[in-house]
């Protein structure tokens, strides 16, 4: 099936929300930020097409094509006295080891091809500091698509056709059903 983008953001999005306890965000939505500590979701990277794709045949003319596609999503934490927001990514990054986590992101088509580290990116905000810690994880999901090649009904030939040998042959003007 063809990748369903709002599907692959619901499923991130469970995943974060439910193995972070917090509120959760994807950024830019228009809204006022929440008050901390949340989350944030935002896809930075993708979808990309990693390697080649495959065809595969069902029955003459009807064929899929599936390749891979790469999707890179930046996830943020902002904290507060009481929740470090490195230790809020380091618990989502080690969520994406667990049996369930994986299952849940299978069943959404996803897989994890890769987190990265995580970045303490705290700054002064008004008067005081932000505390905020990122990690961008690499999620890969297959995108297959269903097509109907059509089949070759007539075929047109004349002109001349030079062979190995140097001689040139006569094709009369003939079609073929």
Do not use: C
């Not at 080891?97 to 992101?105: A, N, R, T, Y």
Request: proline share 5%.
């Amino acid at each position: 099936m063809a990748l369903d983008l709002a599907a692959f953001r619901q499923t991130v999005f469970d995943w974060a929300s439910g193995e972070s306890g917090l509120t959760t965000i994807f950024e830019r939505p228009n809204q006022p930020r929440p008050s901390t500590p949340y989350v944030s979701l935002n896809i930075v990277g993708g979808p990309v097409k990693q390697g080649g794709q495959q065809e595969v045949r069902f029955d003459d003319p009807t064929f899929s094509v599936n390749a891979l596609l790469a999707l890179t999503v930046s996830v943020k934490a902002y904290g507060n006295q009481t929740n470090d927001p490195i230790s809020i990514l380091t618990n989502l990054q080690l969520s994406l080891g667990k049996l369930e986590v994986l299952e849940s992101l299978r069943s959404g088509g996803i897989a994890v091809w890769n987190e990265g580290p995580i970045s303490d990116i705290s700054e002064v905000l008004e008067t005081g500091f932000e505390e905020r810690a990122n990690m961008d994880v690499l999620f890969a999901a297959s995108h297959s698509t269903v097509t109907d090649g059509g089949l070759i009904e007539k075929v047109d030939l004349s002109g001349e056709v030079e062979a190995d040998t140097g001689n040139t042959i006569d094709v009369p003007e003939e079609t073929i059903e």
